[in-house]
């Protein structure tokens, strides 16, 4: 199958813009376990081909920090991109917790998936890849891990909540959550607890044997101080490094990992991360 996406446009926009065809974005609104949640959907100007990929952005804890210059750029190269807000996130419905999240993003990939979506949208429903940025990348991988039709998982400086479970980094765990007195949940005591209660699920080396056959892409930040490599980004990465090396993973997926020179954020490597997931998308799009 070829990619019917435009990298050229990764950067910077078309000359000319066809009026009647014009790219655009509307209201994301949908309900997720009872709760309604929202955000944006955007699309590509209708002279791309189709049908097009479909990314789904998943942010982070607590959902300050947006993924808007990836998203764009994705939407211009021909993706549909769906920007939604967790459960309890600005000004979605119900209550935020690890476990909604990921319960929001395979909700979020059935509908991306679903004939009446696609049409819509003009979707491929075998092109469907999820984006998240760390507690995002947390929820990218155990929503992915569940769904075998998703066509890839891109991970940014991935934050795993189980790894600062013991007794010597709690209070480090603790002090991060304190970050979420902007969402509407139960408080920080019941946002532990679901890790707590759910950690050998959601732990990023269980996904293992779920993800080792999948398009997988993943970035570390070599300074990162909130998702260090060694505790977030290797033990998960090893274990399919290692896997590949002994089988040679005859199913052949497109694995890569990236660790760049910087802090949480990828400041300063944005622009470089932008083109290895445009590059990754259209790589998986032409396998």
Request: with cysteine.
């Amino acid at each position: 199958m070829s990619s019917n996406l435009k990298l050229q446009y990764l950067f910077s926009d078309p000359e000319i813009l066809d009026s009647t065809a014009l790219p655009d974005y509307t209201t994301l609104d949908f309900v997720s376990n009872g709760s309604h949640i929202y955000g944006e959907i955007m699309w590509p100007s209708l002279d791309f081909p189709k049908p097009h990929p479909c990314v789904i952005m998943l942010h982070g804890f607590p959902g300050t920090a947006r993924n808007d210059d990836i998203s764009h750029a994705l939407c211009r190269i021909g993706c549909v991109v769906i920007v939604p807000h967790h459960r309890g996130a600005w000004g979605s419905e119900g209550k935020y917790l690890i476990t909604h999240c990921i319960e929001d993003a395979q909700n979020l990939a059935e509908y991306a998936h679903s004939e009446e979506f696609t049409k819509k949208y003009n979707v491929n429903p075998q092109s469907i890849y999820l984006l998240g940025h760390s507690m995002g990348a947390n929820t990218a991988l155990n929503a992915g891990r569940k769904i075998e039709w998703v066509k890839g998982i891109i991970m940014l400086t991935p934050y795993d909540p189980t790894r600062y479970l013991n007794r010597s980094k709690e209070s480090y765990f603790r002090s991060l959550l304190e970050e979420g007195k902007i969402l509407q949940s139960d408080g920080i005591d019941a946002i532990y607890e679901d890790v707590v209660l759910n950690r050998e699920e959601i732990s990023h080396p269980a996904a293992f044997n779920q993800v080792k056959d999948k398009n997988l892409l993943v970035f570390g930040g070599q300074y990162d101080s909130v998702s260090p490599i060694n505790e977030m980004v290797l033990p998960l990465w090893n274990l399919i490094e290692k896997n590949n090396k002994q089988s040679g993973n005859k199913k052949n997926p497109i694995q890569k990992k990236f660790i760049v020179p910087t802090e949480h954020g990828l400041l300063g490597r944005r622009n470089f991360v932008i083109k290895e997931i445009a590059d990754f998308i259209e790589k998986t799009e032409n396998s």
